[in-house]
C-alpha cells in the first residue's frame, strides 16, 4: 500500500510542473485581452484605455506592497469574479465572471471549474506583476 501511495504522490508532482506552467499562460494571455488596455502590459496603471477614463486604473504591481509584503490573492480573485466591487469597473465586476464562463459549455459543475481556474490563472498571474 505505501508503494502505491508514493507512486500517486511521485506521478502527482511530475505532473505540477506543465499545469502551473499552462496556468501562468492562461493568466499572461487574459491579462493581455481583459485587463492591460486599462491597466498596462506591465500593470502600472498606464494602458492605452487610461486616459480615457474618469478613475484611473490601479497600479497592480503595489498590490502586495499596500499588503504588507504579501499579496491578497483571496482580494484579488473576489474582484476579478465580482464578488468584490471597484469603482472604478462601475461597481461590482461580475463581468469577467461571466465572461470566463461564457462559452465553457452547458453550464455543469465542470464549466464551473474551468472558470474558477480562468480566475486563478489570471490572479496568478497578477501575482507575477508585484517587484
Same mark, same amino acid.
Given at each position: 500500500?505505501?508503494?502505491?501511495?508514493?507512486?500517486? +504522490?511521485?506521478?502527482? !508532482?511530475?505532473?505540477?510542473?506543465?499545469?502551473?506552467?499552462?496556468?501562468?499562460?492562461?493568466?499572461?494571455? &487574459?491579462?493581455?485581452?481583459?485587463? !492591460?488596455?486599462?491597466?498596462?502590459?506591465?500593470? =502600472?496603471? $498606464?494602458?492605452?484605455? +487610461?486616459?480615457?477614463?474618469?478613475?484611473?486604473?490601479?497600479?497592480?504591481?503595489?498590490?502586495? +506592497?499596500?499588503?504588507?509584503?504579501?499579496?491578497?490573492? &483571496?482580494?484579488?480573485?473576489?474582484?476579478? $469574479?465580482?464578488?468584490?466591487?471597484?469603482? +472604478?469597473?462601475?461597481?461590482?465586476?461580475?463581468?469577467?465572471?461571466?465572461?470566463?464562463?461564457?462559452? @465553457?459549455?452547458?453550464? @455543469?459543475? !465542470?464549466?464551473?471549474?474551468?472558470?474558477?481556474?480562468?480566475? /486563478? @490563472? /489570471?490572479?496568478?498571474?497578477?501575482? =507575477? /506583476?508585484?517587484?
Amino acid at each position: 500500500m505505501r508503494f502505491i501511495t508514493c507512486c500517486l +504522490a511521485l506521478s502527482g !508532482a511530475m505532473t505540477m510542473t506543465p499545469a502551473v506552467a499552462q496556468n501562468a499562460d492562461i493568466g499572461k494571455q &487574459l491579462y493581455g485581452q481583459y485587463c !492591460a488596455s486599462c491597466h498596462g502590459e506591465g500593470g =502600472s496603471g $498606464d494602458g492605452p484605455m +487610461a486616459e480615457y477614463l474618469t478613475v484611473k486604473p490601479s497600479d497592480l504591481t503595489g498590490l502586495a +506592497a499596500a499588503n504588507d509584503g504579501k499579496y491578497p490573492m &483571496l482580494d484579488v480573485i473576489h474582484i476579478i $469574479d465580482g464578488r468584490t466591487g471597484v469603482r +472604478a469597473h462601475g461597481g461590482p465586476m461580475p463581468v469577467f465572471g461571466e465572461v470566463f464562463t461564457e462559452g @465553457s459549455g452547458t453550464g @455543469s459543475y !465542470a464549466d464551473v471549474l474551468v472558470t474558477r481556474g480562468r480566475v /486563478l @490563472s /489570471l490572479a496568478t498571474y497578477i501575482e =507575477s /506583476l508585484q517587484p
